[in-house]
């Protein structure tokens, strides 16, 4: 443990041949074998991304650290911090999935410690023309467009249908309000009435049994609206 770092001094006391006493020291000094404490772990990255891979090692110092990968070497091309606690590969491709680990080592190299190994795997992006083919491009881009068209195309068609709906109930309402008026006639067109002097009486042209007889009020403002047609035509006046 770290408590036990430190120098120590042994002090040896003897009587040499002159009767004398005498002593001599050496320095004793305690090391602590290397110990990876935090292992890099298995990732999961994209083609193109930044990899990063950590340990950390405790021991005496100086701790030194070397990143490999169990099928090839690291190349230094990409790769930075092999020699360190932290591995950055960038960018990445598709050949830098492996296995890696990392070797933390100290007292000169007396003693090391090794880490569990952490997965790497790389998946091509998929979002990126980039990591795809000119022709794969031309593909997408050409599948976007068609789509987006088809899309405004749907959106008009809906719009048009919700138009033609609207006036067709237009339709279908004016046909059933000309239906249910009580001024409408099988035979006889629908008249309006005029102002007449008061005592005179009021008749729709072309048809007697739409009288009003002895008008009473002057018209002005006044109209009549017929209830029912024959003999038993009533008249009722609204201001």
Request: charge should be negative.
């Amino acid at each position: 443990p770290d408590i036990h770092r430190g120098e120590y001094l042994c002090e040896a006391t003897y009587r040499n041949l002159t009767g004398n006493m005498a002593s001599e020291s050496i320095n004793i000094i305690i090391e602590i074998p290397s110990v990876i404490t935090i292992h890099p772990r298995s990732q999961l990255t994209q083609t193109g991304a930044m990899l990063n891979l950590s340990c950390e090692a405790t021991g005496s110092d100086p701790i030194s650290y070397q990143w490999r990968r169990v099928n090839g070497k690291i190349t230094s091309g990409r790769a930075e911090g092999v020699d360190t606690s932290t591995l950055t590969i960038s960018p990445v491709t598709e050949q830098d999935e492996d296995e890696y680990y990392c070797v933390a080592s100290n007292g000169g190299g007396r003693y090391s410690d090794t880490s569990n190994t952490a997965v790497v795997a790389v998946q091509e992006d998929q979002g990126s023309c980039e990591s795809t083919s000119n022709d794969d491009c031309s593909s997408v881009i050409v599948g976007v467009a068609v789509l987006s068209v088809l899309l405004v195309l749907a959106i008009l068609c809906i719009m048009l249908f919700i138009v033609w709906i609207v006036r067709l109930n237009q339709k279908l309402l004016k046909c059933q309000l000309e239906k249910s008026s009580p001024y409408e006639n099988a035979n006889e067109p629908a008249y309006e009435l005029v102002a007449k002097p008061v005592g005179s009486d009021v008749k729709m042209a072309k048809n007697p049994a739409y009288a009003v007889s002895n008008v009473q009020e002057s018209s002005v403002d006044h109209h009549y609206e017929f209830i029912s047609a024959g003999d038993h035509a009533k008249a009722r006046k609204q201001i």
